[in-house]
């Protein structure tokens, strides 16, 4: 008997425990939180790197450098000052607050990859369509983007993880236990949160660790190939 023991049997208890101490929560929030992100910004990280890679406006290597020095900030540096800011705004325990902060982490990497993949495109096929009268939403909707499967499931693939695993934003931002996300639940869950009011079986933790890892297994299962080709984007301009 022990840790270590050999399993005697198998159930679900520990799952619907799990659920019972909270977990549907975390699932429910993180949930909409990574859907949100990866559907926002797919489009505008879309629209800015095409934006970005075919039109011609002032200040566009500007904007683009500065787009890529924000994939740099640390979540880590911001997370105080913007915590000050979100209490003073009364955004604190906030499903959009928090969507805010993950849009505003997530969208300059999103850009950088869509730009880099853009810029693999003729550009004399986009200059085709517009020579034809077509504009520029119209070429990026009908004839860039269904091109652009690759890119746009890295990005999915990068953005849903990212918030999906996220425990630092929904700790200090998310504070009250329904609107918790998967991370900080599940460390409330094994007891060792610091809200946490009670102990909890192992068993319950681990139970939430597995429902935390399946989206992103399955996700990656049906999308490798299209992962693999979006992350090679570029490689061989």
């Not at 075919?54 to 000052?81: E, K, V």
């Not at 996300?181 to 909890?200: D, E, K, N, Q």
């Amino acid at each position: 008997r022990g840790l270590l023991a050999r399993p005697t049997g198998f159930g679900l208890d520990n799952f619907r425990d799990a659920f019972a101490s909270g977990l549907g929560y975390g699932v429910r929030n993180s949930s909409i939180l990574a859907v949100s992100t990866c559907a926002l910004s797919i489009v505008l990280g879309g629209i800015a790197g095409y934006a970005i890679s075919f039109m011609h406006f002032h200040f566009r290597r500007g904007l683009a450098s500065f787009m890529n020095a924000c994939i740099y900030i640390s979540t880590m540096l911001i997370a105080l000052p913007l915590f000050l800011q979100y209490r003073d705004l009364h955004l604190v325990n906030n499903l959009l607050g928090a969507l805010l902060i993950f849009m505003g982490l997530r969208l300059p990497f999103s850009v950088y990859l869509f730009k880099s993949y853009f810029d693999e495109f003729s550009p004399e096929l986009i200059e085709a369509a517009k020579m034809d009268g077509v504009s520029d939403l119209r070429i990026f909707w009908s004839i860039v983007f269904p091109l652009s499967k690759g890119v746009v499931i890295t990005v999915l693939l990068f953005n849903f993880s990212a918030v999906w695993t996220d425990y630092l934003i929904g700790l200090l931002f998310l504070q009250q236990e329904r609107l918790m996300t998967i991370m900080p639940m599940i460390m409330y869950i094994f007891g060792s949160g610091p809200m946490v009011t009670h102990a909890t079986s192992l068993g319950q933790g681990f139970a939430g660790l597995f429902v935390a890892t399946v989206p992103i297994v399955v996700i990656y299962f049906f999308t490798k190939r299209y992962y693999i080709e979006g992350l090679t984007l570029g490689s061989l301009k």
